[in-house]
């Protein structure tokens, strides 16, 4: 058991959309993901979705209205809830969900990773 340093990991990946994994614990997987641009609209039909933003600014895009997160802050998408994240300048997220879900949830296309990458 050793502490993690997030910024140190996060200086181990520059490509955007990809997560990595730094941890898990009961089931949920502790991912680090740089952001720049727009995702696509999706959603998971089984599994919440938890956003923290660690650096920059993020834009959540829900169909009834879009959600602003700035550094520090972090926002749950409840299982069902089709959403589009969006970063107009790069964005460094923490991400906490099952193992099992895709990052693009139901959509699968060039964006989707299927397999985590540990770090």
């Known amino acids: 058991m050793i502490p993690v340093d997030i910024k140190e990991k996060l200086?181990?990946?520059d490509e955007y959309?990809?997560?990595?994994?730094v941890g898990e614990l009961n089931g949920q997987?502790?991912?680090l993901a740089k952001l720049k641009g727009e995702f696509v609209w999706h959603h998971h039909a089984s599994e919440d979705e938890l956003f923290m933003v660690i650096q920059g600014k993020l834009?959540?895009?829900?169909?009834?209205?879009d959600v602003q997160l700035q550094e520090g802050q972090f926002f749950i998408i409840p299982k069902g809830v089709?959403?589009?994240?969006?970063?107009l300048e790069?964005?460094?997220?923490m991400l906490f969900e099952p193992g099992?879900?895709?990052?693009?949830?139901?959509?699968?296309?060039e964006k989707t990773v299927r397999e985590i990458e540990k770090i």
């Open 59 to 65: 834009t959540i895009k829900l169909r009834e209205r």
């Open 90 to 93: 790069e964005c460094h997220v």
């Open 17 to 21: 959309w990809s997560p990595k994994s």
């Open 82 to 87: 089709e959403h589009m994240p969006v970063a």
């Open 29 to 31: 997987l502790v991912k």
């Open 100 to 109: 099992s879900v895709l990052n693009t949830g139901n959509i699968v296309n």
């Open 11 to 13: 200086g181990q990946f």
